[in-house]
């Protein structure tokens, strides 16, 4: 049995199309998809319907979560040391910390307050740094903020009439029913 540790990630659905020129074998994701595979936590393909901060409903994983940071300096920081922890794992990650790394104030209806939030992380991704204040779940209004960076790997629109709060299928999230997945294991999931 391999260790999650040793698990490669390869693109599988519409990830190939948005990236080509790839050579094969090699491993593309964003942080929160290396991180979970690196957990050796199954991934999920169903979520809770939750409104954005832009007012438009997406499905997020259950217990998503998001490091909170008291400032800039130290989102920055250590979200960069965990894109390089990844990397050195032979994870080749698309995120910057730039684009992760969000003031509280973007999100004044989450209730957050006075600190800086990092990605949206699934349930059990959680990392061990001595920066991380603490770990915010993410609620309605705790994402998605107009002009930020909207993570397509976590989150997807919400169908057509969903209602804040119902459970609904991630379609272009992490899964193995091949829903248009963004990465598959190819040694096979991993249980967590």
């Keep these: 049995m391999r260790s999650a540790a040793s698990t490669r990630l390869s693109l599988s659905g519409i990830a190939v199309a ?4 790839l050579t094969r074998g090699v491993a593309v994701a964003s942080i929160a998809g290396a991180v979970l595979a690196l957990s050796g936590c199954a991934p999920t393909e169903e979520g809770v319907v939750l409104e954005g901060a832009d007012g438009q409903k997406y499905v997020v994983p259950s ?8 400032s800039k300096e130290d ?13 050195k794992q032979g ?7 730039e684009e992760l790394c969000e003031p509280s104030s973007n999100y004044p209806r989450a209730g957050y307050t006075g600190l800086w939030l990092g990605p949206l992380l699934f349930a059990g991704s959680r990392w061990n740094s001595s920066r991380v204040s603490g770990w915010a779940p993410v609620p309605s209004a705790g994402f998605a903020a107009p002009g930020s960076r909207l993570q ?4 997807s629109p919400a169908p057509a009439g969903a209602t804040t709060g119902e459970r609904a299928p991630l379609k272009s999230g992490f899964g193995s029913s091949g829903k248009s997945g ?3 294991s190819k ?6």
């Design 18 to 21: 948005n990236r080509p020129g």
């Design 63 to 70: 217990d998503a979560e998001r490091p909170m940071y008291s």
């Design 75 to 87: 989102c920055i920081a250590d979200v960069t040391e965990q894109i390089a922890v990844l990397e």
């Design 91 to 97: 994870q080749d990650i698309v995120d910057t910390p």
């Design 152 to 155: 397509s790997d976590v989150v």
């Design 182 to 184: 963004f990465a598959s």
């Design 187 to 192: 040694s096979g999931t991993a249980g967590g």
